[in-house]
């Protein structure tokens, strides 16, 4: 059996393939009005698709926990009872094709009120459905950005509130995964860097208060998630910046701490947080930091980055440097990928009847 293709076990769920979708934002959700942060048809056939492909895990894009969450006017929600219904529809479908629905439930910080990338991405004012950002601290992400609005100590409570009702809303809307977005620069990811937290409180300075937010957030999340469902969470490995920021060491200690906290799996990326640095990228480049997580700690990884092919896929699994691998803009080339590489690598995958033909 190939490595890529043999059933995972996470407490008590059985995801049927390591073939894992990374979440990644559509940008395509109402910005206003009731349906604002809804899903709609385009989510639905965007999920669907990939799920009627052979996907073992769905991971569904940064969904806001809160209006000010959102990266753009235009991205997913759960803050409300109409978002949680609408999310429904598409769990239902997954979990009828074997797939294991996951959600990403994120807050952008101070990177948040900006357009759509299609459209350059820069930040909007409340004429185009904007808002003011909040951060940890009063600095600006880049040239062009406004300064965030510093948190007091009573928004963040609100805020490890803001994630525990979205975990709610999630079981409500039938995802058996969650996880918590600490990654790319966005607000977990900038209160655990120096690089953007430059506070001097209980939530800023020492690692041990620059990591407090997000663990918060993980106790907050994990109590009202239940214990028979795992619960992820996202990384940036490193802000890949010389000095002032959050490094793979960092990752490590964090990523031992966070199992203690009840994660069971870290999907591990890299970068976000610091504008105009130099990533080298390539294929596989964020693997490695995978692989230390996994090698150096009891968490379970996903690794992510540039994995495109099968036998790149199975060669990460075969060497021990990731328990599953998350495609991204692969999947988006090629909602069937795991169908295709299960008959590459000669491994078995859910095929629905409508798609026997294509066997």
Known sequence: MSALFEPYELRDLTVPNRVWMAPMCQYSAAPDGPDAGAPNDWHFAHYAARAAGGTGLIVVEATAVAPEGRISPYDLGIWNDTQTEAFRRITGFLKEQGTVPAIQLAHSGRKGSTDRPWKGGGPVGPEAHGWQPLGPSPLAFDEGHPVPTELTSEDIREVVGRFADAARRALAAGFEIAEVHGAHGYLIGQFLSPHSNRRTDEYGG????????????????????????PLFFRISATDWLEENGWTADDTVRFAAELSEHGVDLLDVSTGGNAAGVRIPVGPGYQVPFAARVRNETPMAVAAVGLITDAEQAEKILANGEADAVLLGRELLRNPSWARHSARELGGDVHVPDQYHRSV
């Open 206 to 229: 020492s690692y041990e208060n620059r990591v407090r937010l997000a663990l918060e957030v993980v106790d907050a999340v994990r109590e009202v998630w239940p214990e028979d469902k």
